[in-house]
């Protein structure tokens, strides 16, 4: 059964970039596109120049890149701000598209997976259970709080269930997802993901300059911004701008709040067939490949993280007689820390020129209201949740 949800929509095209990074829900269910036949080069160095930019800025030997002998910023922070100024600043050609998309989807991955390379797999482990517990608690703080403020703004119930789902999971990916199974329509489809996304931007910046001002440990902030801001590349930029440690922690967290998507998606498909079913109606029974929600670089992440505790990454010693006396040693996971921090960056760089102000303007106020209040409650529940448990 075909629903106004799975109808193409520019209107929230903006946020497609985000999508990937959770998985790839049901076709049926996303935007559909004619893949450009133009090479992503040009908008390859179009984000590349950006990312030197951003590299170039924050070493300046000036306030605010320079603080009483401190760098507070990181290239990850200004690569995203260059981006969404010169995405909302100048008209950027279709060539470039390509580029910007391979830039999000392809090494963004790719970063992801060479930060596995710096991991203690024993961490990976441990925090990750710790943020399965946690995210279970999310998910069920956002439901229940949309629930009421669905109820409290008068707004439909299918809009309050995609926002208390992408409130709980992954933001657009997750309303994405549950939209179909749920016959959610265009118009909610569209407020959905633009409400969850607009809130991500705006804690991928909040929360690191309070958790500085809280002076919240690495682990702390990490496990924090892993539990509460929406988006994979959000959580990303967000642990990244506080220190690496923090991206760390809060990129497994995040990868573990992810891996309820699908579980949480197939609770809210069975709780409205059921719902159809006593009123009588027919029932529409989509097949759902669950295990595509799930995104396939957590494979590669654990791999190298698992490599990385076995001490199998080792160094390597590269040698030139002829030209050079002394022989150049290079670390393995330094190598991998450092190509996995130019692709975060570079991938930034390309979510902020996807990154348009104009298109967010279609976000409703009633349900921005709504998700805003979820978020501000579940934000500092989890982080007093923090505090009383001592972690970090």
Known sequence: METKATTANSEYAWAEYLHCMEGTPDAESLPVSKPAAVSPVTGLLACLALTAASYWIVALPVWPFLINGRRPL??????????????????????????????????????????????????????????????????????????????????????????????????????????PLIEADEHDVTFGVATVTLLGLVAMFLLPVIGHWLALSSTAFGIWAGLTIHQLPQVVAAGFAYSPQAEEHAIIIKLARICLLAPLVFIVGIVYARHKAKKHE???????????????????????????????????????????????????????????????????????????????????????????????????????????????
């Open 282 to 392: 027919a029932v529409s029974h989509r097949k759902i490949n669950y295990f595509s929600m799930f995104p396939k670089f957590i494979f590669g992440f654990l791999a190298l993280a698992l490599l990385r505790a076995k001490g199998w990454l080792p160094d390597i010693s590269v040698h030139f007689p002829d030209q050079v006396a002394n022989g150049t040693q290079y670390s393995l996971p330094a190598v991998a820390q450092t190509c996995s921090a130019f692709f975060i960056t570079m991938s930034m760089a390309a979510v902020g020129l996807e990154t348009k102000f104009k298109a967010m303007k279609q976000t409703g106020l009633r349900p921005l209201v709504a998700a805003t209040i979820s978020a501000a409650v579940i934000t500092v529940v989890t982080l007093a949740l923090i505090k009383l448990l001592k972690i970090g």
């Open 74 to 179: 990181e290239p990850v922070t200004i690569a995203i701000i260059l981006g969404m100024i010169a995405g909302n600043c100048i008209p950027l050609p279709k060539e470039l598209q390509p580029g910007i998309k391979f830039s999000v989807k392809k090494l963004l991955s790719w970063g992801i997976v060479l930060l596995g390379a710096r991991l203690d797999f024993k961490d990976v482990l441990n925090l990750g259970a710790v943020g399965v517990g946690m995210s279970v608690l999310v998910v069920i703080l956002s439901l229940v709080l949309m629930l009421l403020l669905t109820r409290w703004l008068k707004l439909s119930g299918k809009l309050g269930t995609l926002l208390g789902v992408g409130t709980a999971i992954c933001g657009g990916t997750a309303v994405v997802a549950a939209a």
